[in-house]
C-alpha cells in the first residue's frame, strides 16, 4: 500500500476541489436536507432527531454511491485509470485513494449534520466515536459498491441514470429517516430489514437509532447488524477489486 | 541481446471472435518505435497489452528484460503509458496531477514537487502549471502527459496516438515535448509526418498483423528518385485510388507532369500505404 498516494491524491481531489467546485457539495446535501424538512413539518418535529442521525448516514451513503460517477468518468471518459494501471499505483491504492477523496469531500456535510446534532443534544463522545465509526464503514463501502458498478458499465451515460437511481433505494427507502420498528413484521419478522440490509445504509442507520437512544437497545438486532455492516464492507470491497478492471481481460 | 520490447507470438481474440492482433512477434530495440497503421489495424490493442492494461489471449512479451504476464509488477515500475485520448482532470492544475503521479509511482513528495515543475517547465508549461487544466488547449493538455512521461523518468514509455485530434501547430508543440523525452519510446499513431518526425524504426501494421518494418529510409527504398503523380484525370499507367489517379514516375519527369495540370509530391510513408491498398485491390 502506498499511504502517501492516499493521502496525496485525497488532499488534491478531496479538499482542494471544495472550493472549486462548492456546487457538487451543495447539490449532495438538497436531498438529506429536504428530506429532513419534511419529517419535520410532517411528524411536527417528533421525528426530527432520526432524520437528523439518519440524515448524516443518507449523506455519506449518497455521496459514497455517487462517487461511481467519477469512478467512471476516470476510467472511460478520461483514461486516468488506465494511466495509473501502467504504474507501481495498485487497485487498493486507486480505490482508497478515490475513497479517501470522497469522505474529504463530505466534510461540509459532515460539520453541517454534526451542528444540527450538537443543536438537539444528540452527541456525546460514545455517539460521536460510534458516528465517526460508521461514516468509515459506509464511506468504503458505498464506495465499493460504486466501483462495482463503475467497473461494469461500458457507456459513460449510463451512470447518472443509475447512481441516481440507486441513490434514492440505498439511501432513502432504508430506515434512514424513520424508526427501524416501522419495518418489522413485513415480509415475516425480519424479513424486509434484513433486505434492506444489502444497502449499507440499513445497518448504519438501525445501530445509529439504538446507539443515539432513538429506539430501545436490542443486542441480538445490534449484533446482527453490526456483522451485516462489517461484513457487507469486506464483501463489497473484495468485490470491487476483482470488478475494477485493473488488468482487462 | 536484451531486447527493450521483445513481442513473442502475441494474439489478442475479443469476445466476437474478432482477431484484433494475429500472433505477433518482434524484437525492438531502437529509443522511438513507432505503430503506424490505419484505425482498427490493432496498433492500441498491442501497445495496451505491452503496457500490462490488458491481457493477451495467447503469447507475451518482454518489456525491459520482464515478461508483461508473469512479472507485471515489475513492468509496470519500468514504464509510463499515456492512453489515447486521455485527458486531464479538469478541476486540478498540471502541477497537481504531475505530482499526485509521482508520489503514486513512490517518489519522495518533496522530489515529485520539484520534479514536476522541472517536467512542466521543459514542456513549456510553466506559465500555465497552476492552472485549472480545463482552461489549457488540447495540445497542452497532451504536453502535460508528456511532462507526466518526463518527470517519471520511467526507462520505457508507451504513447498512444499522443497527438489525434490536434491542430497543427499543437502537433508541432507535442513533438517538441516527446523529442524531450531520454526513454525509450514507443508509440502508436495515423500520422505518417509523426513517425517520419520521431522514429527510429516504424512498423507497419494491417489487420493486427506486422506488415513491414525498418526505418523510414529504408521502407521508403522501393521509391528512391520517384515522385507522386496525382490527377483527377486518368494518367497512363497509373493506380485509381479512392476516385484519385496516382503514378509513381521518375523524379526527372515533375516538370513534365506539373505542365499537364498534375499534382507533384514528394514521397511520404502514406506512400506504403498506398501502394498497399493498391496491391489489395489487385
Do not use: C
Request: hydrophobic residues 45%.
Amino acid at each position: 500500500m502506498n499511504p502517501k498516494f492516499i493521502l496525496q491524491f485525497s488532499y488534491y481531489y478531496g479538499i482542494k476541489v471544495i472550493t472549486r467546485g462548492p456546487s457538487y457539495i451543495i447539490a449532495s446535501l438538497v436531498t438529506p436536507l429536504t428530506l429532513l424538512f419534511v419529517v419535520y413539518i410532517l411528524t411536527a418535529g417528533k421525528l426530527v432527531e432520526f432524520a437528523i442521525v439518519g440524515g448524516m448516514i443518507s449523506l455519506i451513503a449518497s455521496i459514497g454511491l455517487q462517487s461511481a460517477g467519477d469512478a467512471s468518468f476516470f476510467r472511460l471518459q478520461l483514461r486516468i485509470q488506465e494511466l495509473y494501471v501502467a504504474s507501481d499505483v495498485t487497485p487498493i491504492d486507486y480505490m482508497l485513494a478515490m475513497t479517501l477523496s470522497f469522505l474529504a469531500f463530505s466534510i461540509p456535510g459532515i460539520v453541517v449534520y454534526s451542528l444540527l446534532g450538537a443543536y438537539y443534544g444528540l452527541y456525546s463522545l460514545q455517539t460521536s466515536a460510534f458516528m465517526a465509526f460508521l461514516i468509515v464503514m459506509l464511506i468504503i463501502s458505498t464506495s465499493a459498491i460504486a466501483f462495482i458498478i463503475s467497473g461494469l458499465i461500458k457507456h459513460i451515460r449510463n451512470i447518472w441514470g443509475i447512481t441516481s437511481i440507486l441513490s434514492i433505494i440505498m439511501t432513502i427507502i432504508p430506515p434512514t429517516f424513520y424508526p427501524y420498528v416501522d419495518l418489522q413484521g413485513r415480509l415475516g419478522t425480519d424479513g424486509l430489514i434484513y433486505l434492506l440490509s444489502l444497502s449499507p445504509a440499513t445497518p448504519a442507520a438501525i445501530s445509529a437509532q439504538m446507539v443515539f437512544g432513538l429506539m430501545p437497545w436490542d443486542n441480538s438486532m445490534f449484533g446482527t447488524m453490526m456483522a451485516f455492516l462489517i461484513g457487507e464492507t469486506i464483501i463489497y470491497f473484495a468485490i470491487a477489486k476483482f470488478l475494477t478492471r485493473w488488468r482487462e481481460v | 541481446m536484451i531486447f527493450t520490447i521483445e513481442i513473442k507470438s502475441i494474439e489478442k481474440v475479443y469476445s466476437g471472435g474478432k482477431i484484433a492482433v494475429n500472433k505477433i512477434s518482434a524484437e525492438m530495440n531502437e529509443r522511438v518505435t513507432t505503430l503506424i497503421g490505419r484505425n482498427g489495424a490493432g496498433k492500441t490493442t498491442l501497445l495496451r497489452m505491452l503496457s500490462t492494461q490488458l491481457l493477451p489471449t495467447s503469447g507475451t512479451a518482454v518489456v525491459e528484460g520482464y515478461d508483461i504476464i508473469k512479472d507485471t509488477k515489475k513492468v509496470r515500475e519500468m514504464i509510463s503509458s499515456i492512453p489515447q485520448e486521455a485527458s486531464p482532470i479538469g478541476i486540478l492544475t498540471p502541477y497537481e496531477q504531475v505530482k499526485m503521479y509521482l508520489v503514486g509511482r513512490k517518489f519522495d513528495r518533496k522530489d515529485a514537487s520539484s520534479l514536476a515543475i522541472e517536467a512542466l517547465e521543459t514542456v513549456g508549461l510553466g506559465d500555465a502549471m497552476n492552472s485549472p487544466a480545463d482552461t489549457l488547449s488540447g495540445g497542452m493538455k497532451r504536453k502535460m502527459f508528456v511532462a507526466l512521461s518526463i518527470a517519471s523518468g520511467a526507462n520505457m514509455v508507451f504513447l498512444d496516438e499522443p497527438t489525434t485530434g490536434l491542430d497543427p501547430l499543437s502537433r508541432f508543440e507535442v513533438w517538441s515535448a516527446i523529442k524531450k523525452l531520454k526513454s525509450n519510446v514507443l508509440l502508436t499513431t495515423h500520422y505518417m509526418e509523426e513517425a517520419e518526425n520521431l522514429s527510429n524504426e516504424v512498423y507497419l501494421m494491417d489487420s493486427g498483423k506486422i506488415m513491414d518494418h525498418g526505418t523510414v529510409k529504408s521502407l521508403l527504398q522501393k521509391f528512391k528518385d520517384r515522385i507522386r503523380i496525382e490527377s483527377q484525370k486518368q494518367i497512363p499507367d497509373s493506380y485509381s485510388v479512392a476516385g484519385m489517379y496516382i503514378k509513381y514516375a521518375p523524379i526527372e519527369e515533375t516538370e513534365r507532369y506539373i505542365r499537364e495540370g498534375a499534382t507533384v509530391k514528394r514521397i511520404t510513408l502514406d506512400d506504403l500505404f498506398i501502394m498497399r491498398g493498391v496491391d489489395l485491390e489487385s
